[in-house]
Nanobody, 125 residues
Framework: QVQLVESGGGLVQAGGSLRLSCVVSGGTFSNCGMGWFRQTPGKGRDFVATIDWSGTEHYYADSVKGRFIISRSNLENTVWLQMNGLKPEDTAVYYC??????????????????WGRGTQVTVSS
């Protein structure tokens, strides 16, 4: 059974940084595209960043481009999201997701098969 566990969320002041981690177990992580999404109360899950199986192709939402960096280690079965220059509007629950059928970097939540439980990120002004 594939499991994804996020960590690294917390409370940070505007302008600060956090590094989220997502450890994957029970599947073939190295063959799968991965993504990070975020959700605020009453809204759907918004795309944040995605990375292909090799780590060479990645895409970002316009709102985080230049501030966030997605990376992965297929040896450690882990994907990270380095978040710099955090803003209050980045406050959300952050989820990592795994696409078991596609090695590429994909932006649509419906293309992902497995999700973690999320980690809360709160940015104070």
């Amino acid at each position: 059974q594939v499991q994804l566990v996020e960590s690294g969320g917390g409370l940070v002041q505007a302008g600060g940084s956090l590094r989220l981690s997502c450890v994957v177990s029970g599947g073939t992580f190295s063959n799968c595209g991965m993504g990070w999404f975020r959700q605020t109360p009453g809204k759907g899950r918004d795309f944040v960043a995605t990375i292909d199986w090799s780590g060479t192709e990645h895409y970002y939402a316009d709102s985080v481009k230049g501030r966030f960096i997605i990376s992965r280690s297929n040896l450690e079965n882990t994907v990270w999201l380095q978040m710099n220059g955090l803003k209050p509007e980045d406050t959300a629950v952050y989820y990592c997701a795994l696409n078991k059928d596609d090695k590429g970097a994909t932006k649509l939540p419906r293309q992902y098969d497995y999700w973690g439980r999320g980690t809360q990120v709160t940015v104070s002004s």
